[in-house]
């Protein structure tokens, strides 16, 4: 009787124990590339070939996790970011990638760059069941929770830029001619969707022409001569960075003045106003959701205080006037709310459920932009305000806009 | 009855090359062991290097054994990359079956090619592929095709299980069915190859190369050996396409740029013109030292890269084969 009663007791004790255990197994929870003091994250970026421009992004990111990290982490735990170079190649995303989740065991891949890069990769990182959180591309089909719920964006999508542009031609101007300019991808092909679904019926006879370039393409001059002498009094940029410098400085040689629309991909003050000259760039307007770094008002805020206190510490070769900069700063600072949020159930799972369940404001975003997501909403930011180039910086001119 | 003049004649001109038996069986069982002992992302980039290998062979093939040059390869390798993604995406076809399919389409393609490219010679004929290497991508992208080709969207493709008998036996994954697939083709292109070079085709190949001159006024066709040595380079480099494929299960017209045209080329210089095995060093080294410079330097890996090259190139003039040539003498001399 007594040693049976002690039986008991022993084993009530260890299924005790057991039970204890278990619940503190299922508060800590890891996926790979997790430990009780590191998180692994991966990243491709083309820091060589033709969009090299974009490597700035890929930098500020790992500098501000360099910020994370040295004020303690995230829960106590460290970000190694893995950043390689892909030259923006797709077989060498795929390559690049497989490294990162076979190799380098990496929780997730986030803000990986390019449209065709991110494509190469999408089924595989579906099927392999690993996030591929908060692509760097505007693309429309990185929001398909149903079919791909292993992929998320991040910036407003392309065709929701190309729409509230269409809102504000149809708004603000008096018989328009529509000449557009449009990089020859998904990218290009995406605004201008947007800008036709939102122009509606009258799509047909408001745009007097379409010229598009390739991205291997030196110069896009002989675009910009055809869209001058179709008549169009609008002209709707949609280019990148170096190609936009091109078309600006290419506008006002041939003393051609329509009302210039610049897709945000390219509205930088550091990489493209600034090359294509200041006074050129006067009066071109462009949509925005996170504040210009170069704007005396921004300059004001506390935001931008803390953004270039960061910057000075962290990222001292950054240059002060980069929008890249700014981007990077808060996809990495939406990274981190994630990893937050997931406390110490870090496993991809998780990852994703807590990346669908976003609700969060953000120093440098623009007053009135937030972002959103849910299970069935994979577009994180869908607002976005009008701002114009006035040769120094980006005024606002009208209220943040929503794209429905 | 032979006589001493005789016996000293180069043998491959007589009786032909012969293959050294040891080395090449050894190569193939290290060959077909080698993805059990590596990871799954080891025998995915061996893979990449066995199909560079293959389109490098084609490469050279055309100008290392034929004279002529080739800037557009990249775009044999994109037409047969599209012709096994069609293939699989749009009709369905078993994946195994397209890998010759698109070698077929780029012979033809790179036949018809040759054949007004007859009239070009060494940098005219550089600047005429270039402008094939180049209009590929556009091509692909134009809306014209889009409902075939899926525009700059590109294509997915995705490959059948791992036959069940393999699995079940050895546990193979994909990669390495995959890497064996891919090797087997090339030591089957290779084989052609040595064959091919060392017939009566392949000497007037070299003949052409040499002196066409004096190659037409013995009575070989140069036209016509021209214009199939381009088909047959198209082959190579359509088969090594429609492998790579399959291989990273996705197809977009910015994968073939021109870029790739002079990643080819480079493989091919580095790993010997004139010389079969050359392709494999070629391969590998086109993979690796863009990595490798990226470790040294991410910011300046082009830089890195380019300093690479020169040192190889000044170190070994004739291409990496060459320099194991040349080590293989002076050890003769030493014993």
């Known amino acids: ?404 | 009855m032979t006589t001493d003049v005789e016996t000293k004649v180069d043998p491959r001109l007589t009786s032909g090359a012969r293959i050294n038996v040891k080395w090449v069986a050894v190569f193939v069982i290290l060959g077909v062991l080698f993805p059990f002992f590596i990871d799954g992302y080891t025998s995915f980039q061996m893979t990449l290097t066995i199909i560079y290998a293959i389109a490098i062979l084609g490469l050279n093939l055309l100008t290392g054994f034929n004279g002529q040059f080739s800037l557009g390869h990249s775009a044999f390798y994109a037409i047969g990359a599209y012709t096994a993604a069609i293939l699989v995406y749009h009709l369905d076809f078993p994946v195994y079956v397209t890998i010759p399919i698109g070698g077929v389409v780029c012979f033809v393609a790179g036949f018809l090619f040759g054949l007004p490219a007859l009239r070009l010679n060494g940098l005219y004929l550089a600047l005429a592929t270039f402008a094939l290497a180049v209009a590929v991508p556009q091509i692909l992208k134009s809306s014209h095709l889009e409902g075939l080709t899926g525009g700059v969207q590109g294509l997915d493709i995705f490959r059948p299980d791992v036959p069940e008998v393999l699995v079940n036996t050895f546990a193979m994954t994909m990669d390495q069915w995959w890497y064996l697939i891919s090797f087997g083709i090339m030591l089957l292109l290779f084989w052609a190859a040595w064959n091919l070079i060392n017939s009566r085709s392949g000497r007037a190949m070299m003949a052409i190369r040499d002196n066409p001159i004096a190659a037409q006024s013995m009575g070989i066709n140069t036209s016509l050996y021209k214009s199939l040595t381009f088909g047959v380079s198209a082959f190579y480099t359509g088969i090594a396409g429609a492998l790579a494929a399959i291989v990273i299960e996705f197809v977009a017209p910015d994968s073939f740029t021109f870029q790739l045209s002079i990643l080819l080329f480079i493989g091919l210089v580095v790993g010997g013109t004139g010389s079969i095995w050359g392709a494999i060093f070629g391969g590998l080294f086109i993979l690796m030292v863009p990595n490798i410079a990226e470790e040294v330097s991410t910011g300046l890996s082009y830089a890195v890269f380019g300093v690479i090259l020169i040192l190889v190139i000044y170190v070994m003039p004739s291409g990496i084969v060459g320099l194991v040539d040349i080590l293989k003498v002076r050890l003769k001399k030493k014993l």
């Open chain 1, 1 to 404: 009787m007594n040693t049976g009663r002690k039986l008991t007791l022993a084993l009530a004790g260890i299924a005790a124990i057991g039970l204890v255990a278990g619940t503190a197994a299922a508060e800590k929870k890891y996926g790979p590339g997790v430990t009780d003091t590191n998180i692994k994250l991966g990243n491709t970026n083309p820091y060589s070939g033709p969009a090299a421009a974009y490597g700035t992004i890929g930098k500020a990111i790992t500098a501000y996790f360099k910020k994370v990290n040295k004020e303690g982490g995230v829960n106590g735990r460290m970000i190694e970011f893995i950043s390689l170079d892909d030259g923006y190649s797709p077989p060498k995303t795929k390559e690049q990638t497989r490294k990162l989740v076979e190799q380098e065991d990496v929780l997730l891949i986030f803000q990986g760059l390019g449209t065709p890069t991110n494509s190469a990769i999408h089924n595989y990182m579906n099927k392999k069941k690993v996030p591929q959180l908060f692509v760097a591309t505007g693309a429309t089909k990185w929001g398909d929770p149903e079919n791909y719920p292993w992929t998320m964006g991040w910036q407003p999508s392309y065709q929701t830029e190309g729409k509230l542009f269409g809102a504000y031609i149809l708004e603000n101007v008096k018989d328009p001619k529509i000449g557009i300019l449009f990089q020859n991808d998904d990218y290009g092909k995406d605004y201008v969707t947007g800008l036709k679904a939102k122009l509606g019926d009258k799509a047909a006879t408001m745009i007097v022409a379409e010229e598009s370039y390739e991205v291997t393409d030196p110069t896009i001059n002989s675009q910009i001569i055809k869209l001058k002498s179709s008549g169009a009094n609008v002209f709707f940029n949609v280019s990148t960075p170096k190609f936009a410098a091109q078309a600006i400085k290419k506008v006002r040689e041939l003393n051609w003045d329509p009302l210039f629309l610049n897709n945000s991909v390219s509205n930088t003050v550091g990489s493209v106003y600034k090359p294509a000259g200041l006074e050129n760039s006067k009066g071109i307007i462009s949509l925005q959701y996170y504040m210009d770094p170069t704007s005396p008002e921004t300059q004001e805020t506390e935001a931008y205080k803390k953004w270039k206190a960061w910057m000075t510490e962290y990222n001292p070769d950054g240059d002060l006037l980069s929008s890249f900069n700014v981007f990077g700063y808060l996809a990495a600072q939406t990274m981190v709310q994630v990893l937050e949020q997931a406390g110490d159930n870090l496993t991809r799972e998780n990852i994703m459920k807590e990346a669908a369940n976003l609700n969060m404001e953000m120093d440098m975003l623009l007053p009135g932009v937030t972002i959103e997501t849910s299970p069935t909403d994979f577009y994180p930011i869908e607002k976005m305000m009008p701002v114009q180039f006035d040769g120094e910086r980006l005024v606002s001119i009208g209220e943040v806009v929503s794209a429905d």
